[in-house]
Nanobody, 115 residues
């Protein structure tokens, strides 16, 4: 059974930073690409950033230059460093992985950017 547990969300002022973590269990972590998604109220879920098993990365245009995805295979954890946060970054952020042909989501962590 795969479990993904996100943490690190919270309330931050515009221009601030947060680092999200996603701890994975039950996967062969080092061989899986990992993805962060987010969903704002009334909007569809959107992909934010992805990192492959080889550490190649892809970002949504809206976060390029501000967010950085990384992974620590020894800790089975993927991170999302978010800098220069904007109110439009407010959303629930989810971790996602496909393992053994099945898709798994974490429970999400709320990020609120507001003054």
């Amino acid at each position: 059974q795969v479990q993904l547990v996100e943490s690190g969300g919270g309330l931050v002022q515009p221009g601030g930073s947060l680092r999200l973590s996603c701890a994975a269990s039950g996967t062969i972590f080092g061989t899986n690409g990992m993805t962060w998604y987010r969903q704002a109220p009334g909007k569809p879920r959107e992909r934010v950033a992805r990192i492959t098993s080889g550490t190649s990365t892809v970002y949504a245009d809206s976060v390029k230059g501000r967010f950085t995805i990384s992974r620590d295979n020894a800790k089975n954890t993927v991170y999302l460093q978010m800098n220069s946060l904007k109110p439009e970054d407010t959303a629930v952020y989810y971790c996602y992985v496909i393992n053994g042909g099945r898709a798994y989501w974490g429970q999400g962590t709320q990020v609120t950017v507001s003054s």
